[in-house]
């Protein structure tokens, strides 16, 4: 059992940055995909970027592309979104997530742990 916890959400101006961190507590994490979504009240929960196990492939969703970096660090056991022209719209509960299978995920379904999340919010 993967335990996840997020950190580093909080209030920031339109325009700043935060770096959300998730750390994880099993033994397996090296061998995890990992991945940010996020969830806006009264909106579906949606994928915000994936990373491989060794960190050789990222993906992102087309609405943070080229503003958000995903990064991972195997012997801290913890995953990194790097926020950066953050936008009232990126205001949401961010959760990282583990993926035990192989290949990056994109839907919620594909992940098999998930942390309890972390409130971003940006204001204009």
């Known amino acids: 059992q993967e335990q996840l916890v997020e950190s580093g959400g909080r209030l920031v101006q339109a325009g700043g940055s935060l770096r959300l961190s998730c750390a994880a507590s099993?033994?397996?994490?090296?061998?995890?995909?990992m991945g940010w979504f996020r969830q806006a009240p009264g909106q579906e929960r949606e994928f915000v970027a994936t990373?491989?196990?060794?960190?050789?492939?990222?993906d992102y969703a087309e609405s943070v592309e080229g503003r958000f970096t995903i990064s991972r660090d195997n012997a801290k056991a913890t995953v990194y979104l790097q926020m950066n022209s953050l936008k009232p719209e990126d205001t949401a509960v961010y959760y990282c997530?583990?993926?035990?299978?192989?290949?990056?995920?994109?839907?919620?379904?594909?992940?098999?742990?998930w942390g309890q999340g972390t409130q971003v919010t940006v204001s204009s």
């Open positions: 990373i491989d196990w060794g960190g050789g492939r990222t």
């Open positions: 997530a583990a993926k035990a299978s192989y290949g990056v995920g994109f839907r919620t379904y594909e992940y098999d742990y």
């Open positions: 099993g033994q397996f994490f090296n061998t995890y995909t």
